[in-house]
């Protein structure tokens, strides 16, 4: 994959790194929902506004949900991340 871009790059970048494997990209969803306020205030917003989920999501337990992941050591992180996800369609 990405042959021409390859091999455009070559001389210019270390073949090692052309042509070494893929690496992944992690997304810091705990930093997200745990330091910043940011998702938790747009996960909210996506709450109180009708939608077609608004009557399938039990908001209240989303919110409890905010607040446990906000004020504990557990992290829910990637669940609220997934029910951003689900509320954005």
Same mark, same amino acid.
């Not at 210019?12 to 930093?31: E, H, W």
């Not at 989303?62 to 504990?72: D, F, P, R, T, V």
């Given at each position: 994959?990405?042959? /021409?871009?390859?091999?455009?790059?070559?001389?210019? /970048? +270390? *073949? &090692?790194?052309?042509? #070494?494997?893929?690496? =992944? !990209?992690?997304?810091? $969803?705990?930093?997200? %929902?745990?330091? =910043?306020?940011? %998702?938790?205030?747009?996960?909210? &917003?996506? @709450?109180? +506004?009708?939608? #077609?989920?608004?009557? @399938?999501?039990?908001?209240?337990?989303?919110?409890?949900?905010?607040?446990?992941?906000?004020?504990? +050591? $557990?992290?829910?992180?990637?669940?609220?991340?997934?029910?951003? *996800?689900?509320?954005? !369609?």
């Amino acid at each position: 994959t990405k042959y /021409i871009l390859k091999k455009a790059a070559e001389g210019l /970048i +270390s *073949n &090692d790194i052309i042509y #070494r494997k893929k690496v =992944g !990209f992690a997304s810091p $969803v705990t930093r997200w %929902f745990k330091e =910043g306020g940011l %998702f938790t205030e747009h996960l909210r &917003d996506q @709450l109180r +506004s009708p939608n #077609r989920w608004s009557e @399938l999501l039990n908001q209240s337990a989303i919110e409890a949900l905010l607040k446990k992941n906000a004020h504990s +050591s $557990v992290n829910y992180s990637y669940q609220l991340w997934a029910l951003n *996800n689900v509320m954005a !369609f």
